[in-house]
């Protein structure tokens, strides 16, 4: 399976204002806090994982925890911050 790791930077481009909700289950996150957000979950993880079937991991050395499911289109949107 084809997989993109995103670093922090590349990250806050990747889930722009938590567009995949990733710190708010509701989806209505105060993006006040976003770069926060940012902070604490990359304290956690070394980066994260979009899988092409748009699946997102944080991952640790070599522990993987799914932070979501259902990352529409999420992988597309990884390749383009690579770009």
Same mark, same amino acid.
């Given at each position: ?7 922090? /930077?590349?990250? &806050? %481009? !990747?889930?722009?204002? =938590? ?6 289950? *509701? ?9 926060? /957000?940012?902070? &604490? %979950? !990359?304290?956690?993880? =070394? ?6 079937? *748009? ?29």
């Amino acid at each position: 399976m084809k997989e993109i790791k995103l670093t922090k /930077e590349q990250f &806050k %481009l !990747f889930n722009q204002d =938590d567009q995949f909700a990733l710190f708010d289950e *509701d989806g209505f996150g105060d993006y006040d806090d976003f770069n926060e /957000e940012v902070e &604490k %979950l !990359f304290a956690d993880y =070394d980066f994260v994982i979009v899988t092409e079937n *748009d699946y997102i991991y944080g991952a640790k050395g070599n522990q993987r925890v799914e932070l979501s499911d259902q990352a529409t289109e999420g992988y597309y949107i990884a390749q383009e911050v690579l770009e």
